[in-house]
């Protein structure tokens, strides 16, 4: 170890090499300016000076001014307020309302939790036992249209995906059971906030709020016309009937909602911690500084990986969801190419082309998130001048490097697998060797005129 005095940050530091042995010292970074606010509450204790000096940040090099309205919210006197959450707090207050995401926010200290003696849950579990009792008397008048149907054998698989439809319900248990680990995602944020924030000298802006507010107000009105419009060209029209199916269907993408506001963070956050890193090295060079950005982005990796962990049953079952919503309505659509196309099929193609749409938001949203928090991270870092550096802040800049290779940034459902564009691919292949299987099938049964003849013909011999 060596010990010299650095006339940047006007205290002595210390640089040790990585043992070969340790594969997580990456993760033991703690930054610079959490050590600072140390020793100032250590040598002013009686004061009280060091604590204001460690409550308001003082600004960096090469950053904006804070605002009054940002050191007002950096000096604590309204709690913990998180942009992101207050970015995505539409989708946050829609999934509640539907029973979804039965979280609590305590003003005073901004920490989310789950917690099953709450308002929140007696809400979300009066909601869903009225949905169960509401479904349950129209899944038992699907099965009855099901067993009295006589037809052709794609007109069964029709009737069948009505049922089908109705298996977003188990979405609001599945979330229930998650959400005491969406919420420690969201807290998570709070912290990474925290620390860009003594990092960097100002707030992290995302500018989502407008987005959010957009996906909360038009994606559920959207969801109850493309219901509507099933309802009206393939079945008899009840509008007792059709409630619960909208209900159902706002709930599938609204969480779909969610998954784009959460993978749009993470991406925006990428773009903007790189950018203030690249900025900040235009003016300061100590190795101190690339060590706080490290830590940083070690924070960010670790949202992106949780936020696949934190959500890992509900989006599996989602995304098999609408492979199988996607299969039967792409079938009942191609069995109708001998007799043409007819009004019916006008709720199959919206129903095909909403699911398919879906299902590839979230492969691509994650995909872009993971994309900019690792790979578009490391091409900054590529890009970094080091010749006029010191060898301990050139030393840092390659400990950044390996740390982006050795942390993965994929978002990961629970081990399953991989959200990316080759899922969205795999599945559509899968999706193909079904048809042909179910087109094979359906060559295969003679139609009942057909079969009369036949019967005929024999007959007479």
């Known amino acids: 170890m060596s010990l010299y005095f650095n006339a940047d940050t006007l205290r002595f530091e210390g640089t040790m090499r990585e043992p070969k042995r340790n594969r997580n010292v990456f993760l033991d970074v703690k930054p610079v300016s959490e050590q600072n606010a140390a020793v100032t509450n250590a040598a002013a204790p009686r004061t ?158 995302l500018n989502l709020r407008t987005k959010a507010q957009l996906i909360a107000v038009l994606l559920p009105i959207l969801c109850s016309v493309s219901v509507a419009i099933t309802h009206v060209t393939m079945v008899d029209f009840k509008l007792l009937q059709v409630i619960p199916y909208c209900v159902l269907d706002t709930i599938t993408y609204m969480m779909g909602g969610y998954w784009y506001m959460t993978c749009e963070t993470l991406s925006t956050t990428a773009k903007i911690l790189a950018d203030d890193f690249q900025r900040a090295l235009r003016h300061v060079g100590p190795a101190a500084k690339v060590s706080e950005y490290r830590s940083l982005w070690l924070r960010l990796s670790k949202l992106a990986r949780e936020t696949g962990f934190s959500t890992c049953y509900t989006f599996t079952f989602i995304c098999l969801y609408l492979f199988f919503i996607i299969t039967l309505s792409i079938y009942g659509l191609m069995s109708q190419i001998s007799d043409g196309f007819g009004v019916k099929d006008i709720g199959l193609a919206v ?61 990961n459902l629970g081990g399953f697998f991989d959200v990316n564009r080759t899922l969205f691919k795999s599945l559509l292949a899968t999706m193909v060797t079904y048809l042909v299987v179910l087109l094979q099938f359906q060559i295969s049964i003679p139609d009942e005129p057909s079969a009369m003849l036949m019967h005929g013909n024999s007959s007479h011999h």
């Open 351 to 411: 129903t095909a082309f909403c699911s398919v749409g879906l299902l590839f938001y979230i492969c691509d949203e994650a995909h872009y998130a993971s994309f900019n928090v690792r790979t578009n991270f490391q091409k900054k870092l590529l890009m970094v001048e080091l010749s006029w550096m010191n060898t301990d802040a050139q030393t840092e800049i390659n400990m950044f490097l390996r740390a982006t290779e050795m942390n993965p940034s994929s978002i």
């Open 48 to 205: 009280g000076q060091g604590r204001r000096h460690a409550a308001v940040f003082s600004n960096r090099v090469g950053f904006p001014p804070v605002t009054p309205k940002e050191a007002f919210v950096n000096s604590g006197a309204t709690g913990q307020k998180s942009m992101v959450y207050e970015s995505s707090k539409p989708i946050y207050m829609v999934l509640r309302a539907l029973g979804v995401f039965p979280y609590t926010r305590h003003a005073a200290t901004g920490e989310t939790v789950f917690t099953l003696a709450s308002p929140a849950m007696a809400y979300c579990a009066l909601f869903f036992l009225l949905l169960t009792v509401y479904i349950a008397f129209i899944l038992a008048n699907r099965i009855e249209i099901v067993r009295t149907l006589e037809g052709r054998f794609e007109e069964s698989v029709i009737a069948y995906l009505f049922i089908v439809n109705i298996l977003p319900m188990l979405i609001i248990p599945l979330m229930w059971y998650e959400t005491r680990k969406v919420a420690g995602v969201v807290n998570r944020w709070i912290d990474f906030e925290t620390v860009y924030r003594e990092t960097s000298g100002r707030s992290l802006e």
